[in-house]
């Protein structure tokens, strides 16, 4: 029997694996928020979607723009981790597939989340239904990718399910769940390591 991913890092978060995935993704993370809100002048509401023990969202919270910043994880002990960091922080122990904020943000954000999923289109497309303002926009990391040679042992490794997809195919799924000026690109590339590979949207739906 396959493991759920929710119960693989709810079981690193009570081992303090958390910290290391934060050392490991500080990077990329980087890059994504910068793009994020680069041309950003007006406040704006963000969600990390699979957040963790909340690292970004309280990254994000010092921008000086951000007026709220939630996390949200199918994996309690990430969650429960979260909220002893940060008691005052938003943050949802909740199914992704299932939950929705009460009212809807202009970014959201995901790192290492997308391909557990057996359809990341049916999550991406009720993201963009129930969780993002129109115009407001949705980008994703993914390390496990077709390119990514070094990550095609992950799900043997772990005994979980994930969904291998190429750049293109990212790019397909993203325009395909009606995302607009979809930019994909690899960042921290190394010798050993294809790089992160990043994913972006805009929700033009009305």
Known sequence: ML???TDIFSNW?????????????NNAVETMLDYLVKKQTVPFEFIDAGCGNGWVVRKMRNHPLCKRAIG???????????????????????DLMLWSPKSKV?????????????????????MLEKWLKPNGRIISGVDYYLENETSH????????QMKL?????WKDLFENCGLMEV???QTNA?????????????????
């Open 183 to 185: 930019e994909v690109f």
């Open 13 to 25: 978060a009570s081992l303090g694996k958390d910290k290391g995935m934060e050392r490991n993704h």
């Open 72 to 94: 949200v994880d199918g994996a309690e002990g990430m969650i429960q981790n979260a909220k002893e960091i940060d008691s005052e922080g938003d943050y949802f122990f909740q």
């Open 165 to 169: 997809l190429s750049i293109q195919d």
């Open 153 to 160: 042992s992950w799900p043997k490794d772990l005994n979980t």
């Open 106 to 126: 202009d970014f959201i954000h995901s790192m290492e989340v997308l391909y557990y999923f057996k359809n990341p289109k049916i999550l991406i497309s009720h």
């Open 190 to 206: 190394s010798n050993s390591f294809s790089g992160t590979l990043i994913i972006s949207g805009i929700n033009k739906s009305i």
């Open 3 to 5: 493991n759920k991913a």
